[in-house]
C-alpha cells in the first residue's frame, strides 16, 4: 500500500450547497434578530452582522483548504491537535474573559474573542477516529479499549463543564460516544458510559442553581412565567406566533428584548416567528439532508478513518442541532449552545465550516471517485524499467515471389 496513493475526486457538492444555505440563512436573521440590541449596546445595526460576514469569509477560506488537504494527513496531526485543544482549555480557564457567567472565551484586544471550546470538538474527532481506526481490535478490551476513550474524552470534557459550559460538553460527550459505539465499542461499555453521564448530569442539575432552574423552566414554566419560565415562554411564543407562513422577515415582535440572546441561542425561534412552519421546516431539512450525504459520505469513504471522520463530523453538527432545536421547541431542557452554521458566533462558525471542508475531503477521496495510482515520480521509472527490457524489434522478413514474378524478373 506505500507505493501507492490516492486520487482526489470531485467532492460533494451537495453538502457544500446545504452548509452555504444555512449559513447564508444565518446572515439574514442573525442581521433580522440582532439589530435591535446592536443599536442599544453598540449603536451600530450592523455590529454583529458584519463580525458574522467576516467569520463566514474566514470559515470559507479554512473550508477550501481543509477540502483541499489529504485528510490522511490529519491522521499523523491527530497528537498535536489534541494537546493543542488541550492546552487552548486550559488556558481559557487561566486567562479567559468571563461573558454570561461563562469562561469560555480569550479576548485577542481589539479583535473578537476566540472559544477554544470550539476547536477543541474538530480537534477531538480527529483525534478518536485516527486512535479508532488504530485500535479497532481492542476497542472491546476493558484496558486498551474502553479505559484510553474515556481518559481522553473526559478531560476534554471535565475542562469545558469548569467553564462552565454544560452544552458542549454535552455534545462532545455524545459526539465520541455515538462515534465509539459505531465503531464497533462493547454494548456494555456504552450502556455504562450512559449510565455514567445520566448520574454526571444529575449531580450537576442538583450542585448548580441555574441548571437546576433550567429544568424547572422545561417541566414547569408556567408556575413563574416571569421568573425561570420566561425565556421558555417567550421561545414558544415566538414559535407560535409565526404560524404557518410566518409575519414576515424583519416583522418578530419577539426579538426586542423578549427573548434573551436572540441572535445566537435563540435564532431559530425567531426563524419560526418571521419565516413560520415553512422557514423553519427548510431549516431542519437542510440539517436532515446535511446529515445524510454525510453519512453517505462516511460509508463510502476509502478507509476506517475517513469513515469515523465523517461519521464524527456529522454526529457533533446533528447533535448540536437537535440539542438547540429541541431546547427552543421545549422538548428538551435548554442547555445554551448554538445552532451550527446558523447562530451568531464567530468561532463556531469558523470551525464548522473548517469540519465541512474536511467532509468535502473525505467524499473527494471515496471508493467510487478516488482510484489508486503509481506515483508521478515511480510510474516514470516503471516506464523506463519496461522499455529497458524489451526487447530490440525483429525486422519482418520480405514477402515471397511467386513462380510467375521469378520468371519475370
Known amino acids: 500500500m506505500k507505493n501507492y496513493r490516492l486520487q482526489a475526486g470531485k467532492p460533494d457538492f451537495t453538502i457544500l450547497a446545504a452548509a452555504l444555505a444555512l449559513a447564508i440563512i444565518g446572515l439574514i436573521f442573525v442581521y433580522s434578530s440582532s439589530f435591535a440590541i446592536a443599536l442599544g449596546e453598540f449603536g451600530d445595526v450592523n455590529y454583529f ?3 458574522q460576514l ?3 469569509f474566514i470559515g470559507l477560506i479554512l473550508m477550501v483548504v481543509a477540502m483541499n488537504f489529504d485528510y490522511h494527513h490529519l491522521r499523523v496531526l491527530s497528537p498535536l491537535l489534541m494537546v ?3 492546552l487552548s482549555l486550559m488556558a481559557v480557564l487561566a486567562i479567559g474573559t468571563e461573558v454570561y457567567g461563562a469562561k ?3 479576548g485577542l484586544g481589539p479583535l473578537p474573542p476566540i472559544q477554544p471550546s470550539e476547536f477543541a470538538k474538530l480537534a477531538l474527532i480527529i483525534y478518536i477516529s485516527a486512535w479508532l481506526a488504530s485500535n479497532r481490535r481492542d476497542l472491546t478490551s476493558f484496558a486498551t479499549g474502553f479505559m484510553p476513550f474515556i481518559v481522553a474524552v473526559g478531560v476534554v470534557a471535565a475542562l469545558i463543564l469548569m467553564q462552565p459550559d454544560t452544552g458542549t460538553a454535552s455534545v462532545i460527550v455524545l459526539t465520541t460516544v455515538a462515534l465509539f459505539f459505531l465503531a464497533g465499542g462493547s454494548i456494555s461499555h456504552v450502556v455504562t458510559l450512559a449510565a455514567t453521564g445520566v448520574l454526571v448530569v444529575t449531580l450537576l442539575v442538583l450542585t448548580e442553581g441555574y441548571r437546576l432552574d433550567r429544568f424547572f423552566a422545561f417541566t414547569s414554566a408556567e408556575e413563574d412565567p416571569s421568573g425561570v419560565g420566561f425565556q421558555t415562554l417567550q421561545l414558544l411564543i415566538a414559535l407560535g406566533s409565526g404560524g404557518v407562513e410566518g409575519l414576515g422577515l424583519g416583522v418578530s415582535r419577539q426579538k426586542f428584548f423578549y427573548i434573551p440572546a436572540a441572535h445566537t441561542d435563540g435564532i431559530f425561534a425567531i426563524i419560526g416567528e418571521e419565516a413560520g412552519f415553512i422557514g423553519a421546516m427548510v ?9 445524510y450525504r454525510g453519512f453517505h459520505v462516511a460509508m463510502k469513504a476509502h478507509d476506517m478513518f475517513g469513515t469515523y471522520l465523517a461519521m464524527g463530523i456529522v454526529c457533533w453538527i446533528s447533535f448540536q442541532a437537535l440539542i438547540n432545536i429541541g431546547g427552543i421547541t421545549r422538548t428538551i431542557p435548554l442547555t445554551g449552545i ?3 452554521l446558523v447562530s451568531y458566533g464567530g468561532s463556531s462558525l469558523i470551525m464548522c465550516m473548517a469540519a465541512i471542508g474536511v467532509l468535502l475531503n473525505v467524499s473527494r477521496y471515496s471508493k467510487e ?6 506515483p508521478v ?3 516514470a521509472a516503471a516506464a523506463t524499467r519496461k522499455r529497458k527490457r524489451a526487447p530490440e524489434p525483429v525486422p519482418a522478413p520480405a514477402p515471397a515471389m511467386s513462380m510467375k514474378e521469378s520468371r519475370s524478373t
Open 338 to 340: 448554538p445552532l451550527p
Open 369 to 374: 471517485s478516488a482510484p489508486m495510482r503509481r
Open 104 to 106: 469560555s472565551w480569550i
Open 283 to 291: 431549516v431542519v431539512g437542510l440539517f436532515v439532508y446535511l446529515v
Open 84 to 86: 493543542a485543544a488541550v
Open 49 to 51: 452582522f458584519f463580525r
Open 377 to 379: 515520480r515511480k510510474q
Open 54 to 56: 467576516g467569520a463566514l
